[in-house]
């Protein structure tokens, strides 16, 4: 049974950084894919970053340089490092993973992801 449980959503200025975590405790595939999507009030779920087992990594071109993903296999943790956070930043942000490869080009479209956490707020004033 696969599980996502996001963590490190919260409150924060302009300008400021958070460190998003999901937890994939029973998510276990040699070949992976796993990502960080958002959606704010009366928007489309959008496309943050994304990687693969193969340390492939597609990003939204909007925050390609302000986040960054990473992942700790050894914990099963996937991470999104956020810096320089702004107003537009604020949304419900939730990690994803599929079941195995997804193509370079289809990294960012949620159709590929079958498995979702429920979500962290974030709230940047």
């Known amino acids: 049974h696969v599980q996502l449980v996001e963590s490190g959503g919260g409150s924060v200025q302009a300008g400021g950084s958070l460190r998003l975590s999901c937890a994939a405790p029973?998510?276990?595939?040699?070949?992976?894919?796993m990502g960080w999507f958002r959606q704010a009030p009366g928007k489309a779920r959008e496309g943050i970053a994304v990687?693969?087992?193969?340390?492939?990594?597609a990003y939204a071109e909007s925050m390609k340089d302000r986040f960054t993903i990473s992942v700790d296999n050894a914990k099963n943790t996937l991470y999104l490092q956020m810096n320089s956070l702004k107003p537009e930043d604020t949304a419900m942000y939730y990690c994803?993973?599929?079941?195995?490869?997804?193509?370079?080009?289809?990294?960012?479209?949620?159709?590929?992801?079958?498995?979702w956490g429920r979500g962290t707020q974030v709230t940047v004033s």
């Open positions: 994803a993973a599929a079941a195995g490869y997804v193509p370079i080009s289809l990294m960012l479209a949620s159709v590929p992801f079958g498995f």
């Open positions: 990687i693969d087992s193969d340390g492939d990594t």
């Open positions: 029973g998510y276990r595939y040699d070949t992976y894919c």
